[in-house]
């Protein structure tokens, strides 16, 4: 080193070594910004690192032949031509040839190794060829070692050069580069110089040579001028592309801010850039996410997915769910799509990310909503046969069984009509929180329908414990509940299928159960039965019925039979009672005990019992006397349906009297709400229609009922007539309910008299109307001929009455 520092101070101009050293520096500086330039274009490598290879390969030409016009042998030197041209060529082409390499190698430490060797022969070569040209005027020896060390410093800073340029894009990564190169330059050519001893010969007269004192002057001159301009035109190029990138990047930012997903920019696998909304959704601030990795942005398990996007052209890139990671940890799921874009002249990757934390709640919520009843948030029939099936193969498969409880709520129409439907909404909310407390959090408990819920019970368990488990269930629901200060009560009813003995299928078993439940509220309700095999045939056969009554009026199979109710003191028809019949294909007529009752459960009843009203109405219309005509509404057609409106309807329809008509009820439309049944009762009265209390005297309030409503005429149950004559306790009753009438001003008919000895006994009970067989049978069209009207006279004369008695 200090035989190095000594050729430098003892044998150069110093002026002329700083001037060469200021040459190199600018040099460099350029040859950097140009290769920065070519990493961010798309030109063709040779092409965009040829000028670099130009200006660079001319400052070290220039630096050396400056250094050598600095250099004092104490002889006259002279430089051969063809070497001296030689030695620039091999230094630009030397030169590009490493960058070509850094460019396409520089992923690899032995690819960066392999620039920076190439780089540092090229300047060796160069210097040594140089050198060589003094051989026209100089004996030219060298020192080995000195010589070995110079190539070495020239390749050593060569590769560190070639290593730290892998990212340029900042002012003080170009800087250290410039130097690195400087010293690659600097060093190998002091080094190499002090190797170097001169020994002065005769020139040659036939050798083609260039003076160093003149024409090598112009030269390097000239080189070490196009060095300078160069350099000076980088650096203005350089501060004019940094302007520019800077309000690109301004401009990129505001418009990345506005936005409301997050955008960020990499390159090489490293955040470049990345707005507003990046930093809220990583909970990060904007300097560590820039030169943070990607990949630690986003979950461990989805790094798969996001080097394989990197292996695959853009416009074949789709948007796709990824999950990123914040600062505190958590994962927030986002739509990534991204793009290749220019950005601060380099190619890198925009990418887009969309929050979808508000769009996945959404999607759960309804998932949710589609697998769960709104109103209790328990599963629906879709969740509860998902959850069964299951249920079903794991307990095939380890041996155990399954029970299914349907349960429905008993009275609970009663209290929305009286309440209305948020009372009942709350009290399906309420009975549901009560069946959940008797069950583990294994069970499944789901509605099914408006007041309906299935219970799934899995594991072994015997018969008894599940019903013990029902009849808790049933024994909470009849709890008195307490819905907006009313008290409540309702009643349930349980039916009960077990896997594999009642069904192996969801399905069979949710109707096993379904008909062990149809059994239970045929039998009265607020019990538990079991599923028995009788029990499917029986309600398929109602179910088969209730079919084919659905279409009974439109194939005009309903027919009405009119049996006539006398006068008890002439014989005389006064009424004819419509009572209806199924005439049905295959089976021939069907009782209306049988059907009437099918009707009411599947909500048949409204039609058939206006189709009645009609049909009476228009029959009654075409009699040849002005006969009462009377129609029985059932309990639940007065309930469901506006029958005064129906009523109204028919009359004017046929244009029959108002006061022909009968309206005949049972005590049972009182039961459920008795104010809204004496309302439908005032208004059929306002009608001007006849009202009458039908089965009077079966029921347990009878008499309340004759308080609340004043009707026309009470009806005396069959029942009662059939024992007369019997039992002296059965006289006494009717006699009490006939006194009970008269005393109330009411008109008393009697049903069921079939029997000449119920006639006398009913006729000194001085009651007003009989009706029954021994008068006549239901006809469908009634029995008005002179012949039987003349019969019925004839029974209630006193000589035929003694005859008969």
Known sequence: MIRVLTCIAQQHDLRLVALSAIICALGCFATVTLMARADAGSRPLPRALLPAAIIFGGSVWALHFVAMLAFQPGAHVAYDLELTTASIAVAILGTLAALVLWRRLSTTPLGIALAGTVLGLAITGMHYLGVGAMSASSLVLFDPAYVAASILVSIAFSTVAMARAGMLASPGRRAEVTGWLALAICGLHFTGMTAVTVAPIALQADEIYVLGSTPLALVVGAASLAVLIAGLVALALQQHLSQRTLRELDRMRLLSNLAHEVLFIHRDGKVLEVNQAGTRLFAMPVEQIIGKPVLDLFAQTDAPGLLRRTRCRSEELRPEEFAIRTAVGTHVPVELSCRTIEFGGKPATAVALRDLTDRKRDEARIRHLALHDALTNLPNRYLLEQRLGPALDAAAMDGTGVAVIYIDLDRFKAVNDLHGHAAGDALLVQSAKRMLTELRPTDTLARVGGDEFVVVLTGTRAPQQIAEIAERLIAGLRRPFRIADHRVEIGASAGIALYPADGSTAETLLRASDT??????????????????????????????????????????????????????????????????????????????????????????????????????????????????????????????????????????????????????????????????????????GLGVRLALDDFGTGYSSLSYLQQFRFDKIKVDQSFVRRLGQHADTLAIVRAIVNLGHNLGLQVTVEGVETVEQLVILRELRCEQMQGYLFARPTPVPATSELELARLRALFTEPALRALA
């Open 516 to 685: 062990a439940l149809y059994r239970v509220k045929d039998e009265g309700r607020g019990a538990v039965r079991f599923f028995e095999a009788s029990m499917d045939a029986q309600l398929q056969a109602v179910r088969q019925l209730e079919h084919e009554l659905g279409g009974a009026i439109t194939r005009d199979e309903l027919r009405l039979f009119y049996q006539p109710i006398v006068n008890a003191r002439t014989g005389e028809i006064e009424t004819f009672e419509a009572l209806i019949r199924w005439q049905h294909p295959q089976r021939g007529f069907v009782s209306p005990g049988e059907f009437i009752p099918v009707a009411e459960q599947a909500d048949l009843i409204g039609r058939i019992g206006e189709w009645v009203i009609d049909t009476a109405c228009a029959a009654a219309a075409a009699w040849p006397q002005p006969w009462r005509v009377s129609v029985n509404v059932s309990p639940t057609q007065f309930r469901q349906s506006d029958v005064p409106a129906v009523v109204a309807a028919a009359l004017a329809r046929h244009g029959l009297d108002p006061a022909r008509l009968v309206v005949e009820i049972t005590e049972s439309v009182f039961i459920q709400d008795a104010a809204k049944a004496v309302q439908v009762l005032t208004d059929l009265r």
